[in-house]
């Protein structure tokens, strides 16, 4: 289900990022170019002191949205992300992706897992909480952060 990302990839998942996805989050849906550039940026693996992992999620081999990990603080956090395209939803895509994320993370040896949630994005949340992650106080640009493991 989650494959590695690769450049050729935004061909595909312009399509399953396009509409209002970015409600919560702000912004607007990446054009082709856009997408493209981005992936190249992704593949790198990260700047120093970084690492970023990056998976499409794929259903019966159709991209239905991504799951992403940047690792710090020498592999032992992680911040996450997951997003799956509005025709797709519903389908507990980013529930079993995030939990595949997370166990993944745990087999490397991560040991925080965190993820910023806007505080009215049920599903988002619902998401978290499946993937064993818990809502904190913190809030950081008006997201609140979830987190599984030490502070």
Same mark, same amino acid.
């Given at each position: 289900?989650?494959?590695? %990302?690769?450049? *050729?990839? +935004?061909?595909?998942m312009?399509?399953v %990022? =396009?509409?209002?996805?970015? *409600? ?5 849906a990446?054009?082709?170019d856009? %997408?493209?550039?981005r $992936? =190249?940026? #992704?593949?790198t693996?990260?700047p120093?002191g #970084? #690492?970023w992992?990056? /998976?499409?999620?794929?259903? +019966?081999?159709?991209a239905?949205? $991504?799951?992403? +990990? ?9 911040e996450i ?7 797709? #939803?519903?389908?507990? $895509? &980013?529930?079993? *992706?995030?939990?595949?994320?997370? *166990? /993944?993370?745990?087999?490397?040896? @991560? ?8 505080p !009215?994005h049920?599903?988002? =949340? &619902? @998401? +978290?909480r499946?993937?064993? %992650?818990?809502?904190?106080?913190r809030f !950081?640009?008006?997201e609140r952060l979830w987190?599984r493991?030490?502070?």
């Amino acid at each position: 289900m989650l494959v590695p %990302l690769t450049v *050729a990839d +935004a061909d595909e998942m312009v399509g399953v %990022l =396009a509409g209002d996805l970015y *409600a919560f989050t702000g912004g607007t849906a990446p054009t082709l170019d856009e %997408l493209r550039t981005r $992936y =190249a940026r #992704q593949v790198t693996g990260g700047p120093p002191g #970084q #690492q970023w992992h990056n /998976w499409i999620i794929r259903v +019966a081999g159709e991209a239905v949205g $991504y799951v992403q +990990a940047t690792i710090t603080h020498e592999g032992r956090r992680a911040e996450i992300a997951w997003v799956v395209g509005e025709r797709q #939803q519903g389908h507990g $895509y &980013a529930t079993e *992706a995030a939990r595949a994320l997370v *166990a /993944w993370l745990d087999e490397h040896g @991560v040991t925080t897992v965190e993820a910023h949630i806007h505080p !009215d994005h049920a599903a988002s =949340a &619902a @998401v +978290a909480r499946r993937a064993g %992650l818990t809502p904190t106080g913190r809030f !950081d640009d008006g997201e609140r952060l979830w987190r599984r493991g030490p502070a």
